[in-house]
């Protein structure tokens, strides 16, 4: 049943979604942010992929997409709109997708100068997510290893949130990783695709519902998000609100609750947007 605080949860902020860019979603920009106006919500983030899921060479002109996220609007049909990127986590020293690439190889016009292929892209966004996807490099590696990467990954000054860690299939010490988030004001992320199907509840419920409990515990804050790969699912949340209602999370430690609180949550991480 839900708790006395129920009522203060909100959940009016979506910052990580998907457009056809990420090349195994489905709708556009601007189908993303009419679906987010028309469900209320205040903020939409938009955070492409940056993997090697997307294309089979690290040829910058594949990348163009995020050299000119300047061009997007900061308020659309009514919903503020933030430029972010989801980075993969590619090895078990927490270094993120593109940092072994040198921008200046490519003579393309785009980010030739001095730099990898993640500063390019980080240079150009409002924060980032940072996730694992394909893990085998993780298999069997100690916990205090895994634990470690997440650490470092969070540390990377333009990482905000650790993406969808209950199902990411690795394996970590979640206490030290929760309170280095807290400590330099990062955020964890509780993922409604994680548990809105019947797979990925089965797979998911247990390690979402114990990392929710721990944040909680230790004051870490959370950002809820849909991870929509399709404009239907923006702003959807159902699975994740009945979680935290359950645990009767504390509402101010969920900094999608508003766009305000979300806004805040970037300055404090050091990372503020003029808007």
């Known amino acids: ?21 990420s090349r195994h979603a489905y709708s556009t920009l601007e189908e993303n942010v009419r679906e987010a106006a028309e469900r209320r919500i205040e903020l939409l983030g938009v955070t492409e992929h940056f993997s090697d899921m997307l294309f089979p060479t690290r040829d910058l002109r594949n990348f163009q997409y ?8 900061r308020s659309w049909h009514g919903v503020t709109l933030l430029r972010g990127v989801e980075a993969d986590i590619v090895d ?16 393309v016009g785009v980010g030739t100068g001095p730099g990898t292929l993640k500063d390019m892209v980080f240079g150009k966004v409002d924060y980032a997510i940072a996730s694992v996807h394909n893990h085998d490099w993780a298999d069997g590696a100690p916990l205090a290893t895994t634990t470690e990467m997440y650490i470092r990954a969070l540390s990377d000054p333009r990482v905000l949130i650790v993406g969808h860690p209950g199902r990411a299939g690795v394996p970590f010490e979640l206490d030290p990783v929760l309170e280095a988030a807290r400590d330099q004001h990062k955020l964890i992320e509780i993922n409604e695709h994680s548990l809105n199907t019947p797979e990925g509840h089965d797979r998911s419920y247990v390690p ?18 849909s991870d929509a790969h399709i404009s239907y699912d923006v702003g959807r949340f159902e699975a994740v609100p009945a979680l ?11 900094a999608t609750r508003s766009a305000d609180a979300f806004l805040a949550a970037l300055t404090a991480a050091g990372l503020p947007v003029a808007l």
């Open 208 to 225: 979402c519902r114990r990392i929710a409990e721990r944040c909680a515990e230790l004051g870490v804050g959370i950002a809820v998000n």
């Open 66 to 73: 995020f050299a000119n996220l300047g061009c997007w609007p």
């Open 92 to 107: 078990l020293s927490g270094h993120l997708y593109g940092h072994d690439t040198l921008a200046g190889r490519f003579g």
């Open 1 to 21: 049943m839900p708790g006395p605080r129920a009522q203060e949860r909100a959940y009016r902020c979506d910052v990580h979604t998907h457009t056809l860019y």
């Open 244 to 254: 935290l209602d359950e645990l009767d999370f504390p509402a101010d430690l969920i």
